[in-house]
């Protein structure tokens, strides 16, 4: 028996294809060679085996993340906000992207590395910022920020990929370009090159539905390997098609956000503060990393706020969670009424402080507009039901 299907359709339904699929790159009765089968446990997803319910907000800037420079008498204040579901993806790249365009600007100016510097936010973009300017011989730099832990930076799930964001073409080109630099930066991290972020990154085989999903293409040739067809089998009956990126990366948040402030704190000063406006600072050079505080700080109508629900796994087998995969579901309505774009994902993520068998994060939803007052509780039970369902289970 065999089916045919479509890749979106597919996931509503479980699917099980021929046992034939099983020869690893035999060739088929059309004479094309047949997709690598590879074998994963599905983790555990009863009730017993979910940990936290996280509600976190994506910053995302409508058109494309705020990467620029703007003069303000004899201030310049360097944007580097908006950046959606992507933020750890781009943050490396765009800080050195933004740094660069500041320090142009202040060689047409009058400033030096040796003036005061101030990073407003200290998610990963304002880190990143601060490390980036560190990196360059910036000597007095301060990181103010209102909030530094469990930030949406902290939260998120850690994939590499720049999805879901919202970029004009020709923003694109340079988003593209920021992602291959970020993309060289976490690769050395995994290969263990530098030592202060030990444990930050790990190469792991990370599967889409198709290639164009995954927004990896443009790093393929130049950084990464093209992409195989494989087919994934549950040992239930269940096997999905997909994509594998096999140098894909796994970024884990919470490591890496210690990791970063560990690396600074001997070499910047932070001050925990709430800024209303630019002018309640003296520095001349000023790096506008505040996510989705953004909005207000610059009055950006073009600023808003994307919710995700995330549940942390607990008590697994690590080794069987050693990959990634995204798949999207398509659209609905939330309870709120919202308009909800569905998806699965599941990382390897794991929590600072937790068991060592306590890894593994599904995802997510996309939620434009929704916010802490809007949380969509249902969504969490929804999500587990996809993954099930994904898995066959
Ligand atoms: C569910 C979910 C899953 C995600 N998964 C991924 C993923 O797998 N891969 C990926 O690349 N990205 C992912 N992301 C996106 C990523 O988390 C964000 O893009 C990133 O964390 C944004 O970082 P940030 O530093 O801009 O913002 P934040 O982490 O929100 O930090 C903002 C900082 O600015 C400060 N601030 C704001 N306003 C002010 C003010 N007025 N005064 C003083 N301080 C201020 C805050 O206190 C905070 O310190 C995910 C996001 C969500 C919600």
Redesign the pocket.
């Known amino acids: 028996m065999k089916k045919t299907f479509t890749r979106r359709g597919f996931l509503q339904t479980s699917a099980v294809l021929p046992a034939t699929f099983g020869l690893p790159g035999s060739i088929g009765e059309a004479g094309a060679a047949t997709p690598e089968v590879r074998t994963i446990v599905p983790p555990r997803l009863e009730g017993a085996y979910l940990g936290e319910r996280?509600l976190?907000?994506?910053?995302m800037r409508r058109g494309s993340p705020n990467l620029s420079i703007r003069q303000d008498g004899s201030r310049t204040i360097a944007h580097n906000?908006g950046?959606?579901?992507?933020?750890?993806?781009?943050?490396p790249g765009s800080a050195n992207y933004v740094v660069g365009l500041a320090e142009e600007a202040l060689q047409s100016g009058e400033g030096s590395r040796s003036e005061p510097v101030v990073v407003?936010?200290?998610?990963?973009?304002?880190l990143f910022t601060a490390f980036e300017l560190v990196q360059r011989g910036f000597s007095d730099v301060t990181v103010?920020?209102?909030?530094?832990e469990s930030?949406?930076?902290h939260?998120?799930?850690?994939?590499?990929?720049p999805v879901s964001m919202d970029n004009e073409p020709e923003m694109q080109v340079i988003i593209d370009r920021i992602g291959v630099d970020a993309y060289r930066f976490y690769a050395r991290v995994a290969r263990g090159e530098l030592a202060e972020f030990k444990g930050g990154a790990v190469i792991v085989p990370t599967y889409f539905e198709d290639r164009s999903e995954s927004g990896l293409e443009p790093y393929v040739g130049v950084v990464m390997q093209p992409a195989k067809d494989v087919v994934l089998d549950f040992g239930n009956g269940t096997q999905r098609p997909m994509v594998a990126y096999d140098d894909g990366i796994f970024?884990d948040?919470a490591v890496m956000m210690q990791a970063l402030t560990d690396v600074l704190q001997n070499r910047i000063r932070f001050e925990k503060?709430?800024?209303?406006s630019f002018d309640e600072l003296s520095a001349n050079l000023i790096f506008d990393?505040?996510?989705?505080?953004?909005g207000?700080?610059n009055n950006d109508p073009d600023m808003v706020s994307?919710?995700?629900?995330?549940i942390m796994l607990k008590d697994q087998m690590p080794q069987d969670l050693q990959y990634m995969i995204l798949v999207y579901f398509g659209e609905d309505k939330t309870d709120a009424g919202q308009k909800v774009k569905r998806s699965f994902y599941q990382?390897p993520k794991h929590m600072p402080n937790t068991g060592v068998n306590d890894i593994g994060v599904v995802?997510?939803t996309f939620i434009e507009g929704a916010t802490i007052n809007t949380p969509n509780v249902k969504e969490f039970d929804i999500l587990i039901a996809g993954a099930k369902r994904f898995y066959g289970l």
């Open positions: 996280i976190c907000h994506r910053p906000y950046h959606g579901g992507s933020g750890w993806t781009l943050a407003l936010g200290a998610g990963v973009i304002g103010i920020a209102d909030r530094f930030l949406t930076s939260n998120a799930g850690g994939l590499l990929a970024i948040t503060k709430k800024i209303g990393c505040t996510g989705l505080g953004a207000a700080l994307v919710q995700g629900h995330l990382f995802g997510g």
